[in-house]
């Protein structure tokens, strides 16, 4: 087992969606991120709070095993998120980022996480993701996601992540976005011409696709009848995709294939409730259990023969 760092933001989240609302809520890329890691490998977390943070969900983290030596608490507000899923559960409309105590965060590493062999930039400011990757070793894989605020904000800063991680993940309509172009396959040559081996384009519902090397591999999402609240779902993937390459040591294709499947597997349990409800309350038998379910929806027994 491999450790895996991980920077991101730590959040206090009031969401909306057909089904209920919450306010001041438990959120943020990292937080999602670790939980979901943390019932695969060890992980660390790279982030910042305010004096507003309730010190019960850093316990609740704690609780999981999760290393915060690298979180800071400093004076001021918590960043906010507000967001609100109106017709499409896929897509999120932001009302309100307040991104308060990282205006001014300067994360530095303490020495134990410089050596991390798994590094993962959750969607945060590419200022701050590129200072935590100068800060760990250049052996490590590493993997950066993003939204449409920093593209639309930092676009050039962004370029410079994508340019220096081993693996991109994307929303589908922020790889579009991204590159200017409407068609998929071409939004991701555009990505890939910048360097990353690996890229991720996540579909909400409609799952995820990894490209390697001209390679294409296709994971559905675990199929729900009742989607509660979608928040942080692409957070919860990419850390359960991340948390199974730390775990087993690995990032060859194989390795990640099975790793999209484990991410699409605790991604489908945190999206039955608000914020990390549901992920808190899952443990690595449920994960067997719906990954075994999910092996027998994607496998064909065949010889590759159609007549
Ligand atoms: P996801 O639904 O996986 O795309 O991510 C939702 C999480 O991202 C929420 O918990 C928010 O707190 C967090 N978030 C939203 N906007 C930003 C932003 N601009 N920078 C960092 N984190 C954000």
């Keep these: 087992m491999a450790e895996l760092l991980v920077i991101g933001s730590v959040a206090l989240d009031s969401v909306e969606t057909p089904f209920g609302s919450v306010e001041d809520a438990l ?3 990292a937080t999602y991120f670790s939980t979901a890691a943390s019932l695969l490998t060890g992980v660390r977390v790279v982030a910042v709070v305010g004096e507003d943070f309730p010190e019960d969900h850093l316990e609740t983290l704690r609780g999981r095993g999760i290393d915060l030596e690298g979180l800071q608490r400093v004076p001021g507000r918590t960043f906010r998120w507000s967001g609100r899923y109106v017709d499409d ?5 932001t009302l309100d980022t307040q991104l308060n105590v990282f205006e001014t965060f300067d994360p530095e590493l303490p020495d134990s996480y410089k050596d991390s062999p798994y590094v993962f930039l959750a969607n945060l400011h590419p200022a701050l993701q590129l200072k935590v990757l100068e800060q760990t070793s250049g052996d490590a894989f590493t993997g950066a996601d993003t939204m449409n605020y920093w593209i639309e904000g930092e676009r050039s800063l962004l370029e410079e992540v994508f340019r220096r991680v081993d693996c991109v993940m994307i929303n589908e309509a922020e790889a579009l976005e991204f590159s200017g172009e409407s068609n998929i396959f071409r939004a991701v040559r555009v990505i890939e011409e910048l360097g990353p081996e690996y890229i991720v ?12 090397r001209g390679e294409i591999f296709f994971i559905p999402a675990f199929p729900l009848e009742e989607v509660i609240d979608p928040t942080g779902a692409g957070d ?10 730390a775990a087993s040591d690995g990032h060859q294709t194989e390795d990640l294939r099975r790793g999209l499947m484990v991410g699409s597997v605790l991604a489908s349990y945190n999206v039955e409730d608000f914020s990390l409800g ?14 075994g379910h999910f092996e027998r929806m994607i496998h064909i027994d065949s010889d590759g023969s159609v007549f």
């Design 236 to 245: 919860t993937f990419a850390g359960g995709l991340f948390g199974y390459l």
């Design 278 to 291: 549901r992920l808190l309350s899952i443990t690595r038998e449920d994960i067997t259990m719906r990954a």
């Design 201 to 212: 384009v996540k579909r909400g519902e409609y799952g995820a696709v990894l490209w390697h």
């Design 27 to 29: 959120g943020g890329s």
């Design 89 to 93: 559960l896929n897509q999120a409309v």
